[in-house]
């Protein structure tokens, strides 16, 4: 069992910055492959990035590439999520996941794929 904790949260005008982490007990994060998602009011969840244990592969949305950075800090036992030039549309509840399955592009997008979420994280943008 591993238990998860958001950190990071918060309101940042459009354009701004924030870094959320994924803090572990019970388990060593290094040996689960962490996903983040988002639900946004009235919307479906959906993926936002992935790192993958082992070889580290990460993996991202299109709506966040490039602006988003999935990272491991084995020293924590954290998985964090640096966002840059965030929008309004970035507004909503981000959660981390992980799974012990090493997993793949196309599994790790899935909410389905995970066994363990924390309990999410308020990210507001204003404009």
């Known amino acids: 069992q591993v238990q998860l904790v958001e950190s990071g949260g918060g309101l940042v005008q459009a354009g701004g910055s924030l870094r959320l982490s994924c803090a572990a007990s019970?388990?060593?994060?290094?040996?689960?492959?962490v996903g983040w998602f988002r639900q946004a009011p009235g919307k479906e969840r959906e993926f936002v990035a992935a790192?993958?244990?082992?070889?580290?592969?990460?993996y991202y949305a299109d709506s966040v590439k490039g602006r988003f950075t999935i990272s491991r800090d084995n020293a924590k036992n954290t998985v964090d999520l640096e966002m840059n030039s965030l929008q309004p549309v970035d507004t909503a509840v981000y959660y981390c996941?992980?799974?012990?399955?090493?997993?793949?592009?196309?599994?790790?997008?899935?909410?389905?794929?995970?066994?363990?979420w924390g309990q999410g994280a308020q990210v507001t943008v204003s404009s």
């Open positions: 996941a992980a799974t012990p399955i090493l997993g793949s592009s196309a599994t790790n997008s899935k909410s389905g794929s995970y066994a363990y």
């Open positions: 019970g388990r060593t994060l290094s040996t689960y492959t």
């Open positions: 790192v993958r244990w082992g070889d580290t592969a990460t």
